[in-house]
Nanobody, 118 residues
Framework: QVQLVESGGGLVQAGGSLRLSCAAS????????MGWYRQAPGKEREFVAS????????TYADSVKGRFTVSRDNAKNTVYLQMNTLKPEDTATYYC???????????WGQGTRVTVTS
């Protein structure tokens, strides 16, 4: 079992940056692929970025490519989402997800709110 706690959300002007963090409990963090999703008001939750357990392979949604960077520090049980050149359409609640590479079981965090003003 793993528990996830996101932090780093807030209010920022368009063009600004934020870094989200997702801290995971447990001693098996390195066995999890990690990802970020977001959900804007009135919209469905959508994929943002993911990073494999080894930290080398990453995937991004087209809407954030070149602006967002996902990374992880397995020693700190933490995954990050560096968000640059933010746009008002990036406004959403951002959720961290952990997927066990062995069992496929998924765990979600409670979310952190990001608001980008124009």
């Amino acid at each position: 079992q793993v528990q996830l706690v996101e932090s780093g959300g807030g209010l920022v002007q368009a063009g600004g940056s934020l870094r989200l963090s997702c801290a995971a409990s447990g001693r098996t963090f390195s066995r999890y692929d990690m990802g970020w999703y977001r959900q804007a008001p009135g919209k469905e939750r959508e994929f943002v970025a993911s990073i494999r357990w080894g930290g080398v392979s990453t995937t991004y949604a087209d809407s954030v490519k070149g602006r967002f960077t996902v990374s992880r520090d397995n020693a700190k049980n933490t995954v990050y989402l560096q968000m640059n050149t933010l746009k008002p359409e990036d406004t959403a609640t951002y959720y961290c997800i952990a997927g066990n590479v062995g069992t496929g079981k998924e765990h979600w965090g409670q979310g952190t709110r990001v608001t980008v003003t124009s």
